[in-house]
């Protein structure tokens, strides 16, 4: 084991965001004990680099979160080394401080420029050294469509929070899958899971080639160290991981629930806003990606990679979170939920949930999503002679409900933090019997929504409930019983 020395003092890192706002020098901070961030040695490594950055001194740094750089899909920079970045090209004959340069590619190269993604990752090892011979492992309870083990009745379905277990086990091991939709394999569909962790991930690592991951902490902090750079979050934030992206989950305050949705089409995006313009939703300053960091670690490492719907390992000698600078716009981020700013009914009636739509991934169908993440965020409800909860409906779309706290307004009971509903293609749901009765009869006063968070993940395909799912003890059996107090209210002879 041979790890690098932490320098005594962090040299500040270069930052450069060429589109949005642009993000400036920042100090660094130290993340953790064990990634090194050595200094320039030469005089004229020195003077280039403070000419680099003299162009870049920030006018303020008002808002600015430290770590990270704002803005949706821009090409950003960043490096953890002054100069480490090349200037004015991608694959110079030599990359400083004897870095590998590589591409990481997210989208065909052909791709229209509005869809194009991909980015350079100038490292202290190529991606080929961190493979080599790969073993089949035991995947646990993670599931990839299309995925056919059990049978169930069509049906509503709700479960309650799953406990989180006594046993140690990390990210990775504590992943159980609810639903499949589509199939991985054409690149087309989604996995709604959820996560039960209680340990940190230690020298191990993971990437996911089946798909982007959107992970909602519902119960803990995760700390998920990419190849990119540190994203930390929280219940009531979301990280974004695109395919392929290498990482570690380090739990931050012990053990961690949240559901996470494994996108197996084209990535996140922001939805189409049309007449509402060019404001309010999910604003693009508000997401965030991590400026790089890096680890420079040598120690026995395991690197996991889900590739094919299977679990694969293979040993290295070191840690491959190793990009020591970055630049493009296939990236990680994070987004805080409560930024988005929802927009609604100020008169009557009730919008489409896709009011609410926070990131799409959209399919070559247009309008019709791979998968829509959706929230229902705190928020006033004013509309007037409306029936303000979510109206009953039929929909195309198969609905998976979850909820990060609080209280959701269509489901006063039955429906708590940490759990999930699923309202799958073509099957009746919506209000139960108590808020039916609740909203039909109370005063229409602006009323405040507060203390609330829950959302959907929302595909064009009939999502499958797995045998983990079907045979969990918190399964709601009775779910459906929630509209059975719905009474005939019909009556011809008054209008
Ligand atoms: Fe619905």
Redesign the pocket.
Known sequence: MNEAPKPKTLKPKTLRSTFGKNESRRTSKAQGGEQAFATPSSKALKAKESKITSSLQPSRTIGVTEGYMSGFGNSFETEALPGALPVGRNSPQRCRYGLYAEQLSGSPFTAPRAANERSWLYRIRPSVKHSGRFRKVDIGLWRTAPCHEQEMPIGQLRWGPQALPKKKLNFLEGMRTMTTAGDAGTLAGMGAHVYLATRSMQDEYFYNADGEMLIVPQQGRLRIFTEFGIIDIEPGEIAVIPRGVKLRVELTDGAARGYMCENYGGAFTLPERGPIGANCLANARDFLTPIAAFEDKEKPSKLYVKWGGQLFATELLHSPLDVVAWHGNYAPYKYDLRRFSPVGAISFDHPD?SIFSVLTAPSETPGTANVDFIIFPERWSVAENTFRP?WY???I?A?FMGLIYGVYDAKPQGFVPGGISL?NCMLP??PDAEAFAHASETELKPVKLTNTLAF?F?TRFPQRVTKYAAELDVLDADYAQCWQGLKKRFDPSKP
Do not use: L, S
């Open positions: 949930p979510p409906h039929m929909n779309m609905e309202h749901h919506g959907m929302e």
